[in-house]
C-alpha cells in the first residue's frame, strides 16, 4: 500500500506547532498522529536493510547554536519553561526544579554541563523530561525542532577530535550535522542524579 509522506509530514509538524504552542491535541488528533508516526516507521523499517540497522524517532532541539536530536522513546513530554525554583548547594548546571501538573522535576542546563555558550533564557526554552524504569529529569533545551525519524545508518561516529563531557554523552553525529544524544547514558549517570536528592 502506498504511503501518503505528505500527509504523514503534516500531521508530524501539526503535533510540532501543538507543542510549541503548550497545546496537548485531542484524543482523535493523538490516536491519528500516532498511527502516521507507525506507519512511518515502518515504512523507513521496510526501506532500509540491516546494513543501517532500521530507522528511529527523534526529537530535534536546538542547543546553544547546534541541532540535538534524542530518542523519543526516552521523552516522556516536552512542556514550557513557565517558571523553576532555583536549589542551594547544587552544581552549576543543575538549572533547578519544575513542577509539571504537581509533580516535581529537576532540570539540567545541557549548555552549562557541555560548556556551550549560553543564550540566556527566552519565551522559546522548553523543558524536556526524559525518563527510564529508574528516574525522571528535565533537560533544558532553547527551542524545538520537531519529531521525525531518521535512519540509523544515518548516525556517524564523533569526531576523534572532539573530548570533554560532551564526547561521553554522544551517540554521533547525523546528517546537517545533527549532534545525537545517548538518552541512556545521561539516565545512569550518577552525577546527573545527586541533585534529585537535594531537591527531596
Known amino acids: 500500500m502506498a504511503v501518503d509522506w505528505n500527509a504523514i509530514r503534516d500531521r508530524l509538524k501539526a503535533a510540532a506547532d501543538a507543542l510549541e504552542r503548550g497545546v496537548a491535541p485531542s484524543r482523535e488528533e493523538a490516536a491519528e498522529i500516532l ?3 507507525a506507519r ?3 515504512e523507513e523499517e521496510a526501506g532500509t536493510g540491516a546494513a543501517d540497522g532500521g530507522s528511529i524517532e527523534i526529537l530535534e532541539f536546538r542547543l546553544a547554536f547546534e541541532n540535538y536530536g534524542i530518542a523519543s522513546s526516552h521523552v516522556r513530554e516536552v512542556c514550557p519553561l513557565k517558571a523553576f525554583t532555583p536549589l542551594p548547594g547544587v552544581p552549576p548546571f543543575v538549572l533547578g526544579i519544575v513542577n509539571v501538573r504537581g509533580r516535581i522535576f529537576s532540570v ?4 552549562r554541563f557541555f560548556e556551550l555558550p549560553d543564550k540566556g533564557l527566552g519565551d522559546l526554552n522548553k523543558v524536556i523530561i526524559l525518563g527510564d524504569s529508574m528516574l525522571e529529569f528535565g533537560i533544558l533545551a532553547d527551542e524545538i525542532a520537531g519529531v521525525r525519524p531518521i535512519r540509523s545508518g544515518e548516525i556517524q561516529p564523533p569526531l576523534p577530535t572532539l573530548t570533554g563531557t560532551r564526547q561521553k554523552y554522544l551517540k554521533g553525529v547525523g546528517r546537517d550535522q545533527l549532534v545525537m544524544l545517548d538518552a541512556e547514558k545521561l539516565l545512569a549517570d550518577r552525577d546527573l542524579i545527586v541533585h534529585q536528592e537535594s531537591a527531596a
Not at 539540567?108 to 549548555?111: P, T
Open 35 to 37: 498511527k502516521a508516526r
Open 108 to 111: 539540567i542546563d545541557l549548555k
Open 40 to 42: 512511518a516507521l515502518a
